[in-house]
């Protein structure tokens, strides 16, 4: 049985998200906001761990992972470059993946619907969004022009560019599709599809799993018939 404080170990990482969400735009045109960008980040990747804690054989890869993304997000402030861009979004998008397929695995698992797998689902939901949205800023990166918007956004000016993807990137998970910014390279538009797939897919199947768990649970008289 859970002890109580595991019982709501993904609220931390789900503030954690909504937090940098907002914060971002607000924080990162401050002559010191993107320190304190990087210290939100810090944050999310400490609930992270802090959310599979209780799998201790998760926690040590979360560790080594959340390390190794924390150093390259530093080296790429330091010495801003194309490969120290890529190589951070690139460790980054692992550690979140990770996060979101062990996050996803939790809230599938038998079990009472609890508040906590509630968070931990909108938790993984977030993830992906964050995760396709550095794919494709890494995509921008490799290939300048991948995606047409209003405002261009200087080469180097990878903090605009990640909030402008992260923005597409939840826009096109949740297939609301304003059109505003759109993806003009084959790699582009097949990301994109796939980013539209897995949203209404993730949406689908999980309500559903959710639904029948908590039938199944919510039901003792189903559970001895």
Known sequence: MATPMFRSRHLALLIALLLIIIATPILAPLRHGLLVVNLIGAIVLIAGSYSISDRKHFLAVAIVFSATSLIGNWFMVMYPGHVAVVVAHSVTILLLSFFAITTLAYVVRSGEVTANKIYAAICAYL?????????YS????????????????????YVNRVI????FSFITLATVGYGDIVPRSSTAR???ILEAIVGQFYLVALIGRLVGLHIVHGNPEREKS
């Open 190 to 192: 097949t990301m994109a």
């Open 164 to 167: 402008e993807m992260r923005y």
């Open 127 to 135: 993830l992906i969004g964050y995760a396709w949205a550095l794919g």
């Open 138 to 157: 890494v995509l921008e990166e490799c290939q300048p022009g991948s995606f047409g918007a209003p405002a261009e956004i200087a080469p180097g000016d």
